[in-house]
């Protein structure tokens, strides 16, 4: 690589921090607010984050050993930062609540990991990848689709030790270890199941609209059509079940997908404007038009 090459930015850093002062005083923002609409806009914000950092774990240029342990870190620390800013609003929680503290940095590494699985298999079915398209990239475009029996044996590894983790939580909180072992499992089970399947249909649909498309307005109009009818899709199967009333449940689901379009799709606007491509390896023109587009 030539020395004299311009390093590339980082726009993830810089995201992190925009996130970390968000999350800080959100929940300042938050309190006292009446509008239901604005509330869970504000929630879309905090969802577009781990939204983000699950593309990022899963679609980054860095190696898989280094990427996912700072994505992670840092979704953990986002986290840390939030409960902070809650408890500067509503003060620390009594002694006999102290303990359910535990449950959210011992469960969501699990939940996080379900909620990259339709981007895992995205990227082992086409190989695409995001990459700096102004950087060398060291690494053959065949390796980036390779999952052989050293992978599988580390994801195994890596999904015993989440569970462990997670039965250690069990262990340090006495209230859920008093309960039967089904309910102890099952809100992480229906947690981890939500974050695969809303997963593969919001973050895969902004990937393909803002790198798959090579026409950016395009792109927006499209998931906006989209997130419209999946929008009356859920609003129409509330209705079926118990629940919110349909505008109820349209409110809340318009703000949900307004704050997280927010954040992802321009998070992903800024990575493409700073010269991050969406790199696939099904075929040779496939490469070259993503990267030189």
């Given at each position: 690589m030539n020395t004299s090459q311009k390093v590339p930015p980082r726009p993830m850093v810089l995201f992190v921090v925009i996130f970390a002062v968000m999350d800080l005083f959100l929940p300042a923002m938050l309190s006292g607010l009446e509008s239901v609409v604005v509330g869970t806009f504000f929630t879309g914000l905090v969802v577009?984050?781990?939204?983000?950092?699950?593309?990022?774990?899963?679609?980054?240029?860095?190696p898989v050993l280094v990427r996912w342990p700072l994505t992670l870190l840092t979704a953990m620390g986002l986290l840390l930062i939030l409960l902070l800013g809650m408890f500067a609003v509503n003060g620390p929680p009594m002694d006999g609540t102290a303990f359910l503290l535990i449950l959210p940095f011992c469960w969501l590494p699990l939940v996080f990991l379900a909620a990259q699985s339709p981007l895992w298999v995205l990227r082992l079915v086409t190989g695409c990848r995001i990459v700096d398209a102004m950087a060398e990239d060291?690494?053959?475009?065949?390796?980036?689709?390779?999952?052989?029996?050293?992978?599988?044996?580390?994801?195994?590894?890596?999904?015993?030790?989440?569970?462990t983790l997670v039965r250690l939580s069990f262990y340090l909180t006495p209230a859920l270890y008093r309960e039967p072992e089904t309910e102890m499992w099952l809100p992480l089970l229906i947690a981890c199941l939500v974050c695969g399947v809303w997963s593969a249909f919001?973050?895969?649909?902004?990937?393909?609209?803002?790198f798959v498309v090579r026409n950016p307005t395009a792109g927006?109009?499209?998931v906006i059509v989209y997130a419209g009818l999946m929008t009356v899709?859920?609003?129409?199967?509330?209705?079926?079940?118990?629940?919110?009333?349909?505008?109820?449940?349209?409110?809340?689901?318009f703000g949900l997908n307004a704050g997280l379009a927010t954040v992802l799709l321009g998070s992903l606007h800024l990575l493409r404007a700073v010269g991050y491509r969406l790199l696939w390896v099904r075929r040779k023109s496939a490469v070259v038009?993503?990267?030189s587009d």
């Open positions: 577009g984050q781990f939204a983000l950092l699950s593309i990022w774990a899963v679609l980054a240029p860095q060291k690494l053959p475009p065949e390796e980036s689709r390779q999952f052989d029996l050293r992978h599988m044996f580390a994801a195994t590894a890596l999904i015993a030790i989440l569970l919001t973050t895969i649909p902004c990937l393909g609209a803002v927006l109009v499209g899709l859920l609003v129409a199967g509330s209705s079926l079940i118990s629940g919110p009333t349909a505008s109820e449940a349209f409110t809340l689901l038009d993503s990267v």
